[in-house]
DNA sequence: ACAAATATCAATCCATAGATTTACGCCAAT
DNA sequence: ATTGGCGTAAATCTATGGATTGATATTTGT
């Protein structure tokens, strides 16, 4: 992707321009890194990217005007080949984990030693993705956090098991926003065999009506194609 | 947690015996682990847990009779300490996504050197989740892949964005399974004017009923707390 | 200050959804 | 051979859902 020889191509954004000042000249020490832009403004670095394309981008997180996870959401829209990588003054799950869920490549504390840094350009612009083993683990277990809830509900607790499979194709078809009609032309049986089934459904499944099964099968790892919820 | 001084109790999943002695002569070279049991058998091995409730597990991934992800689904169920680090002969991005996703600790490969296996159990037992470098970018690959579709609806063409608050105050009320007469309870509204919102919602939105709605909703980043998909 | 968007409500009408009961053929388990 | 679960289906009834029109008060932007 990169050209042989050419410089790696920074840019670098923070709302606070001391830090801004002294991650540049950090990086100007390393002879293959070329800053070609710094700013204090999240706006006008979307800007400075859609002109300069950099490979990399140095984004603060923790700034007022426009958050540093917008911004990187917009900077993923561009669809370039630019890559993020976040700075952050803090080691907070919540933040890595949405970082790193639109798609930043990497995250550094500002905090870290600056060798860290230029590691993780390093690691990043070969195409991998980078974080300190601390942030890591602190990505994991926020990660396990959020889907252990899901995971936890038994098989004999979880009702969609006492479902027949014909039930199953049914409730299926419901998660698709089919309605009766649908549902019969669909599964070639006439439309009363249908109610039949999702009556049976609204009885096993506890519920009073087509909305309230359908998010009853979504959040109950009911295995529909379209992910509302991933699968195990 | 663990008692001071005592030796680390460690299990091993594993349906190839060949290699279930090889790791547990290596990890006897340690002098503060201890093989409380090996297995060939997931179920076995389940019930070995619970008799003996180890430090850490290690469980293969690639097992016939029950795979090594629902054997660790049980073995988190029965929420003891008992922590999983996952062996595979692959670095299945898939598999490593999900043994991660349903608690596992750590997943290491069986080609990797034994140092890294001896540490892996190090940094677990220490509370800590490991994953190698090599495995920890696959992973998180897979991962940004995985939200990738669902971030990248731009606010443009997210129908979402066409509605009024007050639309969106519905809408969350319809994507909890509310009938008109309990929405408009809630809002404190009459039905009428529910019903007016929410044909709106469907106009807005494209769709012919609530389901639809709904499902239009969960699927294109509808902030519901019930995370059937989760917020950025 | 004025136009446009929003939130509210009513009345009506038809379609769809949901509950209930009854029934029949098929298959699998005992 | 019989029972029980399943899939199929119809008939009937009531409740809820959804479309449409029209109206008024409030808020918001310029």
Redesign the interface.
């Known amino acids: 992707m990169r050209e042989f020889r050419s410089k790696l191509r920074i840019l670098l954004i923070d709302d606070n321009s001391d830090h801004l000042r002294g991650v540049k000249e950090l990086i100007n020490l390393e002879s293959n890194y070329e800053v070609v832009g710094t700013t204090t403004s999240a706006h006008i670095g979307i800007n400075l990217i859609k002109k300069y394309q950099p490979d990399i981008v140095l984004m603060d997180m923790n700034m007022p005007e426009k958050d540093g ?1 917008h911004a990187i ?1 917009d900077i ?2 561009l669809e370039l080949n630019t890559k993020v990588i976040a700075l952050s003054g803090y080691d907070d799950a919540d933040l890595i984990f ?1 970082a ?4 930043a490549k990497g995250y550094v504390l500002k905090t870290m030693a600056s060798a860290q840094l230029i590691y993780a350009i390093d690691e990043v612009a070969a195409g ?2 980078y ?1 300190p083993s601390v942030l ?2 602190r990505f ?2 926020y ?2 956090n ?3 809830e899901e ?2 509900l ?1 098989e004999s607790e979880n009702l969609l098991y006492q479902l027949t499979s014909r039930e199953e194709e049914v409730l299926d078809l ?4 089919n ?1 009766y009609k649908g549902i019969a032309k669909k599964l070639f049986i006439s439309e009363t065999t249908v109610k039949t089934h999702v009556n049976n459904i609204f009885q096993k499944l506890q ?6 099964a ?2 009853y099968a ?2 109950n790892g009911f295995a529909n194609k ?5 699968a ?1």
Chains 1, 2 share one sequence.
Do not use: H
């Open positions: 996870l959401q993923e829209k949405r790193m869920k639109i798609g991998k993705i974080l890591s683990s994991f277990e990660f396990q959020t889907f252990k995971t936890k038994s419901l998660t698709q926003g309605n519920v009073n009506d087509r909305t309230q359908v998010l979504l959040n379209r992910k509302a919820k991933m195990v």
